[in-house]
């Protein structure tokens, strides 16, 4: 692995259907981020982890939840996936949360019909 | 309120310089981004101001104004590959990057 990956690259759900994003670092950096793209949109946050072992809220958090059991993962679950959960969502990730620069995984296109 | 304002679309040409402003008004301050994104690709990221002035880094420069709220994104001698989108990001008090929608680039040649 180098840098940051996330898994799957795109995925088609079904409504009410649980869902976990996968995203895993090798960078060994302690603030993580989970943000979902819309068109004509900026980039919003739904949950960040500042160090393993913690996470916090962001701009978008409702039906969305996440872990940091290690440094690496940072997975994001859709509990019960609705329509407006359609979205391309990114995982980033930086030194620590002040740094002034994250870095993005490719992304994973999530289609919820 | 937080807000990051920036347009929508630009088209330039290529070998022309082309400058892309971004205002922001956000809870807090702790620098401003950059961050490029092609069609169907992930950010990445290209500069980072926190002081007044103009940061250079090859074709690209970024200026920010804490001030006036305002900073600028400026390509030279633009080439095809820089058909992009060109995201404008505060951080704020929280260090939390509150991010406007991009201006998408397009260049013609």
């Known amino acids: 692995i180098a840098g940051i990956t996330q898994a799957p690259t795109s995925q088609i759900l079904a409504a009410g259907r649980r869902m976990t994003l996968r995203c895993t670092q090798d960078?060994?950096?302690?603030?993580m981020y989970w943000y979902r793209q819309d068109l004509g949109l900026g980039l919003r946050l739904i949950h960040y982890?500042?160090?393993?072992?913690?996470?916090g809220k962001g701009e978008v958090p409702d039906g969305y939840s996440v872990s940091r059991a290690n440094t690496d993962d940072f997975p994001l679950t859709l509990a019960s996936a609705v329509p407006s959960q359609t979205s391309v969502y990114f995982c980033?990730?930086?030194?620590?949360?002040?740094?002034?620069?994250?870095?993005f995984g490719p992304g994973t296109r999530l289609t919820v019909l | 309120g937080q807000n990051i304002d920036q347009p929508t679309e630009m088209t330039a040409t290529e070998g022309a310089i082309v400058q892309i402003n971004c205002t922001y008004q956000?809870?807090?301050?702790?620098?401003l981004f950059w961050y490029q994104q092609h069609a169907g690709e992930a950010p990445t990221f290209l500069s980072y101001?926190?002081l007044d002035g103009l940061e250079e880094k090859g074709r690209f420069s970024s200026f920010l104004s804490r001030s006036k709220g305002y900073s600028y994104l400026l390509l030279k001698e633009l080439q095809m590959k820089d058909s992009a989108s060109y995201l404008c990001?505060?951080?704020?008090?929280?260090?939390?990057?509150?991010w406007g929608a991009g201006t998408k680039l397009i260049i013609k040649p």
């Open positions: 982890s500042n160090t393993a072992g913690t996470t």
């Open positions: 980033a990730s930086s030194p620590k949360t002040s740094y002034n620069e994250q870095f």
């Open positions: 960078m060994r950096h302690n603030a």
């Open positions: 956000t809870s807090g301050f702790n620098g």
């Open positions: 101001n926190v």
């Open positions: 990001a505060s951080m704020d008090s929280n260090y939390q990057l509150i």
